[in-house]
């Protein structure tokens, strides 16, 4: 009887082992063929120079929908479908204008600005007004309506640049340009200028959504680069009665019509059962937005696309993502959500790539313990290729509205050092995008793929 | 005496908590200001876009061994001195020509070259003649003199894309330029083009130095970006009697007088102890040297600069060493070498930036097994930056012929993925560095020298 306990424990030890062997055969095979012969990088080419910025509304987002259809159809995934989801419809206009007037030292000189998403234009007379610079809205809050009413509020912390995580760091100051306008108005504040959140300082200006509160008068909000919020609070230092000037034309129109674009494989043993690879499709107006998030939508494709080169028939269904208006909206990802609840689906997992087309560090999950320790099991087979960050907590902005179906949702790592000067600017471009780096994360997250098919969550 | 030893060992281990604890709180400082208040980034801006690409023995690299010893008093360490080393003069002249002829479908065009560090000019007649392409020496070998007498040779050995080590591929390609020419020569050929060593399919041609063997004519050599050897390769397939002309002016004039920069920090406690720190200042003319190697000259600076910062006063001396003509001749690292053997001099740890100024992922070491031990048992206090690659085997060319004196070396490890777009080409310039990645290199690099320079090796 203990001989035969002892050889079912060596066979079961061996099978381990093997599956271990072939697990770590076939992921070698995954990034091999992403780095000899991936097509990650022509996909984002075309993305980005033949498209470029596809802000939700637009017809570049319309262009990219049809894009990622037919590129998916062209791959012969199983099935290519779009999912209709209106959208808020919010345009900058042609003019922005931002100026210092009535500078002791500088007279007027102009300073370059850009609105925030979903703002309000100031219109053709602009907006004028003497600047009270706040770190915080304790500090607003702190100086009231006396001080604040009639003015320009200028929200001017910096990101910390101690934190190795610069995902925490911009954490730590967005609420400035989500809720920046909302609060100032409160005070009565007649529009908002914020620094750019970045993780550099320089003259690049970053945009990015604001969201106005109910109750409060929208006021028109814009952001200018890091090295202008320097120079502009030193000249305030000394100079405190100087103006600023500042026109933008943007709007909110109608919401309008537009889609997530959904391509899968269907499972062999369990098509019922649906993991998720996705990204955004939509991105801000300025950019090309390859970073953010042109890169998590071609390295979704390209997961499925590596698993038909390679002639692997997944067990369960493994479905490609773009979601549409996660910038300004995130419409796309409560819809995909609305609809998995209304049919039924069965959703183990869901994984996005949201965080830039950069080196491959690792996975964060959000789920049960189980869950979570389950991923962590398989670090050991990332480390090959550079992988050793494997953290509980994790996911991505479009596939959380899963979690309310108890969905484990993971969020692709790779290394966040550089993103935060490319976010939501004019040089999140193609050329931001280093090949090798786009691939290794598309093989990253096609061999986290082929192990959740094949164990499960 | 039981209790005894109990309330030893209780203390022992509380001490070394204690001291892990120091440690980590200590290295956290060094990172802090290197992220907040870091020079390397300002340092690096001069020497590329002030002073620029500094081949050994060029007005740019007398320029740079200047400027890198009036950075270092500035700073205020202790001794700064200039160690006096002849190095090769090779220049490339004005004029460099390339350009397929007869070829049935295109005719005649141009197509860039660049010749390689070392290499005789073909003078203003050029060299002329058919192409031989060949994959290895094995296959050069195989041709023999009656294929390849009068020919130019082709080597066409892609870096191969799968390996995650960058400078793996680099090595597995690499004898092409370093040897190439000796070898075709051996077998009569008139000529060389090299394909780039790129792990990129782009239009950036990379030089490199060649070694020319004795007793073997030497023969004018140059590279072609990957995208035309690819492209002159298809071409040859089906046309394989057409010629190639190429022209270059380089020539290697005398040797000249040049430096090796040293700064340091005497030790309190082992003044004698010597820990060297270093990268090296020349760089190939074409370029700017930003990753090739002025992103390790900076931080080996910056490494000093941070212990001043921090009030640090090392036990140890720590030296700062910007290594001269490690390009096209290594003898700043072979005199550095020849000198502390001269001067009796102790050195208990050499550690070389040389990989690029890019993301940390870890340090590798050459020395005995013990020494191997303890520089991996500080991983852990690297997790929290991201470092998780500590390995046996490293170091770096300026710093390898203290290996002859037992100094135990170590190899910097920024992540390799974009080294090979770089290098050696004329985009190896500022732009290419990212400054927190920069920064969080000679953070750790200090992070390093700050645990050697307490525990000794």
Same mark, same amino acid.
């Given at each position: 009887m203990k001989r035969i306990m002892l050889l079912s424990l060596l066979l079961l030890l061996a099978t381990a082992v093997h599956g271990q062997e072939k697990d770590a055969a076939f992921i070698r095979k995954i990034y091999d063929e992403a780095l000899a012969k991936g097509e990650s990088y022509e996909m984002l080419r075309y993305l980005t120079k033949n498209i470029g910025g596809r802000l939700s509304g637009s017809p570049q987002a319309a262009a990219a929908v049809e894009w990622s259809r037919q590129q998916m159809m062209t791959y012969g995934f199983d099935t290519v479908y779009l999912q209709p989801v209106m959208v808020p419809h919010w345009e900058r206009g042609e003019v922005e204008k931002g100026r210092i007037v009535n500078s002791k030292k500088y007279g007027s000189m102009p300073i370059e600005v850009t609105a925030l998403g979903n703002s309000v234009g100031t219109g053709p007379k602009g907006t004028l007004g003497r600047l009270i610079e706040v770190k915080d809205f304790q500090q607003l809050a702190e100086l009231g309506e006396k001080t604040i009413k009639g003015k320009i509020v200028f929200f001017n912390r910096p990101m910390d640049p101690r934190l190795l995580d610069t995902f925490s760091a911009y954490s730590g100051a967005s609420n400035q340009r989500g809720s920046g306008p909302t609060e100032a108005a409160k005070y009565g504040a007649i529009g908002v200028i914020v620094r750019s959140l970045s993780?550099?300082?320089?003259?690049?200006?970053?945009?990015?959504?604001?969201?106005?509160?109910?109750?409060?008068? *929208?006021?028109?909000?814009?952001?200018?680069?890091?090295?202008?919020?320097?120079?502009?609070?030193?000249?305030?230092?000394?100079?405190? !009665?100087?103006?600023?000037?500042?026109?933008?034309?943007?709007?909110?129109?109608?919401?309008?019509?537009?889609?997530?674009?959904?391509?899968?494989?269907?499972?062999?043993?369990?098509?019922?059962?649906?993991?998720?690879?996705?990204?955004?499709?939509?991105?801000?107006?300025?950019?090309?937005?390859?970073?953010?998030?042109?890169?998590?939508?071609?390295?979704?494709?390209?997961?499925?696309?590596?698993? *038909?080169?390679?002639?692997?028939?997944?067990?369960?269904?493994?479905?490609?993502?773009?979601?549409?208006?996660?910038?300004?909206?995130?419409?796309?990802?409560?819809?995909?959500?609305?609809?998995?609840? !209304?049919?039924?689906?069965?959703?183990?997992?869901?994984?996005?790539?949201?965080?830039?087309?950069?080196?491959?560090?690792?996975?964060?999950?959000?789920?049960?313990?189980?869950?979570?320790?389950?991923?962590?099991?398989?670090?050991?087979?990332?480390?090959?290729?550079?992988? #050793?960050? #494997?953290?509980?907590?994790?996911?991505?902005?479009?596939?959380?509205?899963?979690?309310?179906?108890?969905?484990?949702?993971?969020?692709?790592?790779?290394?966040?050092?550089?993103?935060? *000067?490319?976010?939501?600017?004019?040089?999140?471009? #193609?050329?931001?995008?280093?090949?090798?780096?786009?691939?290794?994360?598309?093989?990253?997250?096609?061999?986290?793929?082929?192990?959740?098919?094949?164990?499960?969550?």
């Open positions: 993780s550099y300082k320089d003259g690049v200006v970053h945009t990015g959504s604001t969201n106005y509160g109910l109750n409060v008068p *929208k006021i028109p909000a814009v952001a200018i680069s890091t090295a202008d919020a320097d120079f502009l609070s030193d000249l305030l230092h000394d100079d405190p !009665e100087l103006q600023f000037y500042f026109e933008t034309h943007s709007q909110m129109h109608e919401d309008v019509l537009s889609y997530n674009v959904v391509g899968e494989i269907k499972g062999t043993q369990f098509p019922d059962e649906i993991i998720v690879v996705g990204g955004h499709l939509d991105s801000w107006d300025l950019s090309e937005g390859a970073h953010d998030d042109g890169a998590g939508c071609v390295q979704s494709i390209e997961v499925l696309r590596l698993f *038909k080169a390679l002639n692997y028939r997944p067990k369960r269904t493994i479905r490609a993502v773009m979601f549409m208006n996660e910038e300004n909206g995130l419409r796309g990802g409560r819809k995909y959500a609305e609809l998995a609840a !209304e049919n039924n689906e069965k959703h183990i997992a869901a994984l996005e790539s949201d965080r830039g087309g950069f080196l491959p560090v690792g996975f964060g999950i959000t789920g049960t313990e189980s869950q979570q320790n389950k991923l962590l099991g398989w670090a050991s087979l990332f480390e090959p290729y550079g992988l #050793f960050q #494997f953290k509980r907590g994790g996911g991505g902005a479009d596939i959380s509205p899963l979690r309310t179906q108890d969905v484990p949702t993971i969020g692709y790592l790779p290394d966040s050092q550089r993103y935060f *000067k490319y976010h939501h600017t004019p040089i999140d471009n #193609f050329e931001a995008v280093n090949q090798r780096e786009l691939e290794l994360g598309a093989a990253s997250m096609a061999a986290l793929i082929y192990l959740i098919d094949q164990y499960g969550l």
